[in-house]
């Protein structure tokens, strides 16, 4: 929520991040608003449909933290492989488990990529280096733009049974939202491991609870959750599955991503300022 809903009335602008929540109610208030500011990717603390309602344009800055959000994913897809979080939790607690955290090679497995935009291609390109073979889906990238960084376009059937790991880097939309469910989870192989540092609710995480306790999904690093802080019995039960690193919406949370979208966000509106008093002149 915006806190002093009484005063967005006196402003033209308004920039936030992503705690803020830019509701009806706000763009109700704020009567002179023109142009909403998110200095990150996702929009979703914005209200779109009362932005339009209301002719308030709303910016973000879509590149600006890719390198950050795909550098946490293949961070992520390493802990998975070689059981580092649990690893680390125990020697902390005093247990000495080497057989118990044996881990598996990342080089020859396959990497499914589902989104192939800035985020995605950089995965790809990234965890090649490791010797993964990266197989992907895109309805906006054609079979040849995604061999240009050495991603084998598939159809989504045919990606299901072939990935080790799959990683999800799409916005979340009705396309989307449950993109990874029980029917595509039973189509996958057994063991596969899934990280969504997207959005929530791109894995149905009651589908992926049941794919993990029956070792139908081999485990799952999670920055994004259905409800942020998680609060559901079953995204809790979820977090703490043994099988599972979670961290807390983390993908943007680098000092270099935090300064470069407020820089992206500032140079827009200035941008936008500069053509507006072209077209008044
Ligand atoms: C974004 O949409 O920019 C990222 O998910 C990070 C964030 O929400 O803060």
């Not at 991040?17 to 990150?40: H, I, M, N, P, Q």
């Not at 044996?102 to 790809?124: D, H, Q, Y």
Request: aromatic fraction near 4%.
């Amino acid at each position: 929520m915006v806190r002093k809903k009484a005063e967005s009335g006196n402003y033209d602008g308004l920039i936030v991040r992503s705690d803020t929540k830019v509701t009806a109610e706000v763009f109700a208030a704020a009567t002179s608003l023109r142009v909403v500011g998110r200095a990150g990717t996702g929009v979703d603390n914005i209200d779109i449909d009362a932005a339009t309602r209301k002719g308030v344009i709303v910016l973000n800055t879509p590149g600006g933290n890719s390198v950050s959000a795909c550098e946490l994913t293949c961070a992520l897809i390493s802990t998975l492989a070689r059981n580092v979080a649990q690893a680390c939790q125990s020697l902390k607690e005093g247990r000495w488990d080497r057989k118990l955290y044996t881990g598996s090679e990342l080089s020859g497995k396959t990497l499914a990529v589902l989104g192939l935009g800035r985020i995605g291609r950089e995965v790809a390109t990234r965890m090649q280096s490791y010797g993964m073979k990266t197989i992907g889906f895109d309805p906006m990238v054609s079979a040849e733009g995604a061999k240009q960084f050495n991603v084998e376009k598939m159809e989504l059937d045919e990606i299901w049974p072939l990935a080790d790991y799959i990683t999800v880097h799409t916005p979340l939309i009705p396309q989307t939202r449950n993109l990874i469910n029980e029917t595509t989870l039973n189509k996958c192989k057994r063991g596969v491991k899934v990280i969504n540092v997207a959005r929530g609710g791109i894995v149905d995480e009651a589908a992926l609870l049941d794919a993990i306790k029956d070792g139908r999904c081999g485990g799952a690093a999670l920055d994004v959750f259905v409800e942020e802080p998680p609060k559901s019995a079953v995204t809790l039960e979820l977090i703490r599955h043994p099988a599972v690193v979670a961290t807390p919406h983390l993908g943007a949370s680098t000092n270099e991503a935090q300064q470069r979208v407020a820089v992206e966000i500032a140079e827009e509106f200035v941008a936008l300022a500069a053509n507006c008093s072209a077209e008044a002149r």
